[in-house]
């Protein structure tokens, strides 16, 4: 019998192929008191297998191969970290000496303590850590009991030989797990655990493989061998799916395939309208090196490069003027010339930076978030704009500013770049021009735009915020998750006046969210009248696809009856579903 499991949608794609399980977050852990004698020898093991268990983390972490993504470094230098940090140690070495526990009991005993605190923790980036605690205890059972067998821990489970292709199952991966995985050439991952903001998720959607977590019981309910449809599109996954379920989704993959190499010309053709409005196509990035991965999709330049991930590294101290200028200008000069949008720093909310001492807010997200944030700190927020007005001497940089909805605010984010300006001119340091625009993502800002038209060069509709404090809707939040929609006829109305009054006095207008980069939102977009997108790099080629198709003209008219719709979704699936079919015969 069939099963469907619901879990997040992380990254898109279909997968179908038979399931290998990784028996991760499930190991027997044995229970016993051992004599006052063997406590030595008991505090032996443990120091072995942390050592053990570090020794691994370090080869990997050698290992990475060139190409991997950044982030992996980092994730394992966290992991490395608290398997040094003697918090976690002591407290075993504590109840194996005084309560007798054999290592196994005390570490596992330990382990639930840690994340007892962890729950309780009001900093949901510090909760989300939890899986990293987990994963680390657990590399050092596997060392405890392959020191038992006297073996080395199991290496991670090799596809079979089957005409399928392996789909990994597995309760928790930790991002070395997962590349260790990724060697073993998996079509796709399930994972019970996992939310979206996870380290696992981070690593999952750089690997372009479909993947779902926060499937809940997958590894109890699939078993080694079922057949498994992954639906990254939908966060679905199907055990076991009937002959005529399965052979659709094949044909699925087929054309994934397929659409995937026709993208792949569309790289250096324009994206240009049927009827000639040329469409500026740019790239949402985090990292430098993220850079040349645009470039490569063929973006004309970087429309959101958020500059949080600098912060956010809990190991680091905060980064001071020098740091940040290095990391700006490394993105800058990667760019040779094409237009970089770097946005000040959006820190607050599910972007707490771990130990920041922030105090815990009753409702983050309304609270002291974006430029509310740095205007607190001003002298903060003057070293980064001196660094960005720096980098600006090395190639054409926008400065960007998220949550803006005060028009005090305008005036004081006006007042501070003239100051970091006279500042650098008065140490004599180069520095360029900046234009300066500002994220339109609190409601407030889209209902009263003109305010922000005259006070920025240009703007940017940040979807991902402007939808959830319309619908006041937690953005990541799965239990309302359900009521976070995009075609709610007030986004719909809130989007297309902005769009509408900046295109009428031509003001510079971006969409930066996700659904920049969603073809089955571009025909609306377009419609409602903008021609600059910037969105995941991995989404460009298929969103120029969908413009190429486009002819605005009738778009604009048909977007016109979407938005007095009763029901806009209905309008706006029917449409999809009539140009895939026009697509089709016309192929
Ligand atoms: C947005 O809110 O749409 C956006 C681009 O910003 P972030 O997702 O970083 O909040
Ligand atoms: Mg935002």
């Given at each position: 019998m069939s099963i469907l499991l619901q879990g997040l949608v992380v990254t898109r794609g279909t997968a179908v192929g038979r399931a290998v399980l990784f028996?991760?977050?499930?190991i027997p852990v044995t229970h016993a008191l051992i004599e006052a004698h063997q406590v030595e020898t008991e505090l032996a093991r443990l120091h072995a297998a942390r050592a053990a268990a570090v020794t691994e983390l370090e080869h990997l972490r050698a290992d990475i191969?060139?190409?991997?993504?950044?982030?992996l470094a980092a994730l394992l230098d966290v992991h490395l970290l608290l398997l040094q940090d003697d918090a976690m140690t002591d407290g075993v070495r504590r109840r194996i000496t005084e309560?007798?526990?054999n290592a196994e009991w005390a570490l596992v005993a330990e382990l639930e303590e840690f994340t007892r605190r962890f729950d309780q923790m009001q900093d949901s980036y510090l909760r989300e850590r939890k899986p990293d605690i987990e994963q680390v205890v657990e590399r050092v059972l596997q060392q405890l009991q392959a020191g038992r067998r006297g073996a080395a821990r199991s290496e991670a489970p090799a596809p079979q030989a089957d005409e399928w292709p392996a789909i990994l199952v597995a309760h928790d991966l930790s991002p070395a797990d997962l590349l260790q995985l990724a060697k073993n050439r998996f079509a796709g991952f399930v994972i019970d655990a996992g939310g979206q903001a996870s380290h696992t998720a981070i690593v999952a959607r750089s690997l372009d493989l479909p993947a779902v977590l926060g499937a809940r019981s997958a590894s109890r309910l699939v078993r080694a061998g079922d057949l498994l449809v992954i639906d990254g599109n939908a966060g679905g996954v199907i055990v076991d799916p009937p002959a005529a379920v399965l052979s659709d989704y094949v044909a699925r993959q087929r054309r994934e395939v397929q659409q995937r190499q026709v993208l792949a010309?569309?790289?250096?053709?324009?994206?240009?309208?049927?009827?000639?409005e040329a469409v500026e196509l740019l790239a949402n990035i985090e990292?430098?090196?993220d850079v040349a991965g645009a470039l490569e999709s063929g973006?004309?330049?970087?429309?959101?490069?958020?500059?949080e991930f600098l912060f956010?590294?809990?190991?680091?101290?905060?980064?001071d003027e020098e740091r940040q200028y290095a990391f700006y200008a490394r993105a800058v000069e990667a760019l040779h010339g094409l237009p970089m949008t770097i946005r000040t720093v959006d820190l607050g909310a599910d972007k707490t930076p771990a130990g920041s001492g922030v105090e815990p807010e009753s409702n983050p997200a309304l609270g002291v978030r974006g430029i509310r944030r740095s205007l607190l700190r001003p002298d903060v927020f003057l070293m980064q704009l001196r660094a960005l007005l720096r980098a600006a001497a090395l190639g054409p940089v926008r400065v960007l500013i998220p949550m803006v909805s005060h028009v005090q605010q305008i005036r004081q984010v006006r007042g501070l770049l003239a100051r970091a300006c006279g500042q650098l001119e008065a140490s004599g340091r180069a520095h360029g021009p900046v234009k300066l625009g500002a994220m339109i993502e609190v409601p407030a800002a889209a209902l009263a735009l003109p305010l922000f038209q005259r006070a920025f060069d240009f703007l940017s509709i940040g979807t991902n915020d402007l939808i959830q404090y319309t619908l006041a809707v937690?953005?990541?939040?799965?239990?309302v998750a359900g009521l976070?929609?995009?075609?709610?006829p007030a986004v719909l109305r809130l989007l297309a006046s902005t769009i509408g009054a900046c295109r009428q006095s031509k003001h510079e207008i971006t969409v930066c969210g996700e659904l920049a980069g969603d073809p089955d939102w571009t025909d609306l977009l377009l419609g409602m009248g903008l021609r600059s997108f910037s969105m995941n790099p991995a989404r460009l080629l298929a969103v120029k696809q969908k413009i190429r198709q486009a002819d605005c003209r009738q778009l604009e008219r048909w977007v016109q009856r979407v938005l007095e719709s009763d029901d806009p979704a209905a309008a706006v699936s029917a449409h999809l579903k009539h140009a895939s079919v026009a697509l089709r015969s016309a192929a």
């Open positions: 028996e991760s977050g499930r191969p060139a190409g991997a993504p950044v982030e309560q007798h526990n010309r569309l790289k250096k053709t324009p994206a240009v309208t049927l009827d000639g990292q430098p090196d973006a004309a330049g970087i429309g959101l490069f958020r500059s956010m590294d809990a190991a680091a101290p905060e980064p937690d953005r990541s939040e799965e239990s976070y929609d995009p075609l709610h």
